[in-house]
Every structure is written in C-alpha cells, then in structure tokens.
C-alpha cells in the first residue's frame, strides 16, 4: 500500500500568517463599507422607534441598529424608509431619519400630516402599509380614561361591561386625543420621559385605531365605533345578534355636523355578531382612510375628503351599544404620530430633482427637513476673504467667548466638520439659508434591525425589525 505523500510545510509561517490577516482585514474593511454596519443610536430624533435616551443621569437606552448598505448600490431610497446619510450641514456626522419627501415633488406639513402632489396634481397623504403602521402608531394610555353611563355600565381594568344600551367615551378628562411625549415607548420609559419632557407642548391628534374583543349578548341590536374629529363624524357600525339575518356592517361619514345625510358605505357580505361568542374589531381613522376589520378581515373602507385646514379641537372615540348589553375587552387605542410646524423653519418645500426630505419620528425633538438652516460667514483669514457655512444652531454652531486679551472670538464649524476660530471683528455673519434636502449621494444605507441593548430594570428588550 502506497503512503501518501505529505504536504510541504511553508517555509515562511510568518508569511502565510500576515496574509491570512491581511485578507480578513480587507475582506472586514469591504463588509462594513459596501454591505452591513453597525450604529450606535446617540440622540432621540427618532424614538420610540429608534431609541437614543438619556436620563441624565449617565445612563439610558441607546440602540444598537445595523445598517444595510448594499441595497442602495443597486436602486434609490423609497419613501418611508428609515435611514442612514452624511449630514448635509456637517458631512464629518451621520444622521437617522426617515425619509417622506421624494425627489421632484412638494411636500407640505399639514395639521400633523404630511401632504405631497407632483407637479399641477392633487395634494394628498403618502399612504402607509399595514406593517409600517403598525411601526409607527403609538399605544395611548387609557387608563381611567374612559366615560360611561352611570348606569347600566361599568368599568373593570381594559374592559367596559354594558348591561344594556349606552355610550362610552374616550377621552374622558380632554376635550381631544394629544400627542403625549411618552405614548409608545417601550417597558417603563414612558412615564420617565413623561417627566423629563412635561414641558413639551402637546396637539390634538385626530389620527386613531382602536382594536377590542365585542362579546355581545343575544339582545344586543347593534354595536357601533364611532370616531370624532372636529365636527366630523365616521360612524361604523355592526350589527348585532338581535339584528335581522340579511344585516351588514356599515360606515356613515358625517362630514359637516349634520346627521341628515351621511355619506353611506356598506359591506358587501352580510354579518352578525354571535351571541355569547367573542369576536376581534379592529377600526382606524388614519390618512383620510376608515377602516373595519373583523377577527382580522377587512370588511370595509372609505375614502375621507381632505379639508385645506381640519378641526382636530374635538377628537376621540365613542362605543355603543344598541338594545342589548356587551364586553368590550381589552380595548387598545393608539395615535399616530403628529408632525409639529410651531417653532419649526420650514414646513412646505419644492423638492429639487436628486434631493429627498427627511423627518423625526420623535417629531416634537427632532432635528430634521423643518429645520436645517446653513449659517454663513464672511471672514478674513491670513490676509483674504472667504466664505464659510455650516450648520446654523445657536448656542451650538456659531459660539462666542469674551477675554480681555483677545476680545470676542467666534467659533464655527463649517460643513466638513472643520472648526474655525476668529476674531468676531474679523467675521460678518451673512443671510442664513435654508437647507433642507439631502442629496442623494450622502445617504449610506437603510436601517434593517435594532440588536441592542437589554434593560432589565426598564423591562425594555431591544431586538425588533425597524419598519
């Protein structure tokens, strides 16, 4: 039997060694440029969904996200997407936002909602998928928030029991659904944010979901979800056990205050709640769009005309009973989010071709789109005249110092990160411009997973699909 014949050793170990550890370095060095990196999330512009918290007190909750950087070599961002890009003011940082406003269209914030149209079409809502909804509505607190009848209803935790016919009201204690700093955040950070953040002022919001379990009674004629929003009112109704075999649900949109003629949609399958039986009901008032779903089917929708201007003075949400009692159980109501223009630059843009508009889901602190502005200065360094621009934040970016040796002196950073220091004598600060948009060659990639971190003591698990 022959032996086979051994391979021969390397004369040079040491060689094979570096070039084993040079190819991993490089192959590392490609992976994290043109695939996946990961981030760490510093600020809060876009919590809850991305996490950035500080307590003040030296700790918090910082996501840990990774980044997709391969997609964008092969087709451009789509709207909705969170991401990753150099930014613009300060191209030596990078920023997370997510992006609404496309290449080539106007965009506008109105009443909390963003507006786009392409040129000489139709303002309207970007629409967003279930999932991404899912994403973005922010859970309510409704605790103690709930009005019912006196008699003939009660409260029990999530629950509401009516023994006969009635209505229930939310909000109890407001005239409307606000967009509370704390609503969404995950574990036991809504009440400390709640605390940190009392001072932010709050809107109505007229965007809602609420989703129950309806345990209705063999008397029970009808129940029905009403969503208010200023004087209108979108009205969706089930029928019940007691309500005729041929019954189906329907939706009636009062557009102006007057219960005379309602705008009328109806269910193409007839339907009755059964009795002694508990069935899912999910409706939402989002986007100009009503929806009903039944133990997850949708059985109906309607489109909401848009208003130039709404009246969000009155929001919230009614459920009744008709003739018979009912459980509501487990009822969850959530928000969307509301995008603030009080105190905010800029709210509608022309969005040049090749350029995008980004936004904070935390909207009422965030720097983003509404805000950028581009500071300028006309300064003389080593005998000539030049213009620098940077980031325009006062307090942050251009800063003063007074000494009796040197006078004032102005510190700025310019767009490329590099700080300039000069005699305030020696500058002239010129018309800030504004600066909105994000060029397309500055976005890196799209957010895809938050991995981190684990906070036991805030009941705050972080490892989620970012949508």
Known sequence: MRKKKEKPKSSHPWRDNIEAITISIV?????????????????????????????????????????????????????????????????????????????????????????????????????????????????????????????????????????????????????????????????????????????????????????FDICASEGCREIEVEFREGFRRYRLRIPGPKAAETSRPSLALRMNGNDADPEESVAEETYRLPAGHCVTVRAENIDDLVRLWIDGDEVLRAEVPPLPQRDLSQTGINLRTQEGGAEFRDIRVWRDIYYTTSGQKYSRWNIPEG???????????????????????????????????????????????????????????????????FPAADGQRLTPQQASFVPRDLIRGRAVVVVWPIVPSMDVYRFRWVR
Do not use: C
Request: negative net charge; proline residues 4%; without cysteine.
């Open 355 to 421: 350029q995008y508009v980004m936004l904070g889901d935390n909207s009422q602190d965030s720097s983003d789109s509404r805000d950028w502005s581009l500071g300028r200065f006309q300064v003389i360094q080593d005998g000539e005249t030049r213009v620098i621009e940077g980031n325009l934040r006062p307090g942050e970016n251009e800063r003063t110092s007074t000494s009796e040796e040197s006078g004032a002196i102005t510190f700025f950073t310019d767009d490329l990160g590099e700080l300039h220091v």
């Open 27 to 211: 192959i590392i060095v490609l992976f994290k440029y043109f695939i996946l990196e990961a981030y760490k999330i510093p600020t809060g512009s876009m919590q809850p969904t991305l996490m950035g918290f500080d307590n003040g007190k030296g700790g918090g909750v910082f996501d840990r996200v990774l980044v997709d950087k391969l997609s964008y070599q092969f087709r451009d961002p789509q709207r909705h997407e969170v991401v990753v890009f150099k930014y613009p003011l300060d191209k030596s940082k990078n920023f997370i936002k997510r992006l609404w406003g496309m290449p080539g269209e106007e965009m506008e914030i109105r009443d909390g909602d963003v507006f786009v149209r392409q040129e000489g079409g139709e303002w309207h809502i970007p629409r967003r998928s279930d999932g991404l909804l899912k994403s973005m509505l922010r859970q309510v607190d409704t605790k103690n928030e709930w009005h019912v009848p006196s008699r003939g209803w009660k409260i029990a935790g999530d629950t509401l029991v009516a023994d006969s016919g009635g209505q229930a009201q939310f909000p109890r204690t407001k005239a409307s659904v606000k967009d509370v700093y704390g609503d969404g955040y995950p574990g036991k950070l809504g009440a400390i944010v709640n605390r940190m953040k009392a001072h932010v002022a709050i809107h109505d919001v007229g965007d809602l979901r609420i989703e």
